[in-house]
Nanobody, 120 residues
Framework: VQLQASGGGLVQAGGSLRLSCAVS????????MGWYRQFPGKQRELVAR???????NYADSVKGRFIISRDNAKNTVYLQMDSMKPEDTAVYYC???????????????WGQGTLVTVSS
């Protein structure tokens, strides 16, 4: 099972980026999915999370600017980032709680990080 993140890059302040993260491989079910970010020298922190029924929550710092969504048919989670600020510059990681087979329980899986840089 792999989580493949894409969409990072360089953007000017006030601009937008859209991150995607697709889950591939043999799985039974995907539960919560989310995006985290990590600043240099800091611990990874939650940006946004979305349940399988599309309930979502956000870090205060991104509320009103970022939107998380998912396409269950494609096993993919997205993060639309608008009105970006230099302080959004970080490595972004996707996360999903996955049950590989019925009854095995759900476990977190991580994608590789994708660098987002916002220039002032």
């Amino acid at each position: 099972v792999q989580l493949q993140a894409s969409g990072g890059g360089l953007v000017q302040a006030g601009g937008s980026l859209r991150l995607s993260c697709a889950v591939s491989g043999s799985i039974f079910r995907i539960y919560d999915m989310g995006w985290y970010r990590q600043f240099p020298g800091k611990q990874r922190e939650l940006v946004a999370r979305i349940t399988s029924s599309a309930d979502s929550n956000y870090a205060d710092s991104v509320k009103g600017r970022f939107i998380i969504s998912r396409d269950n048919a494609k096993n993919t989670v997205y993060l639309q980032m608008d009105s970006m600020k230099p302080e959004d510059t970080a490595v972004y990681y996707c996360n999903a709680f996955i049950e590989l087979a019925a009854g095995l329980g759900r476990f977190p899986r991580w994608g590789q990080g994708t660098l987002v840089t916002v220039s002032s």
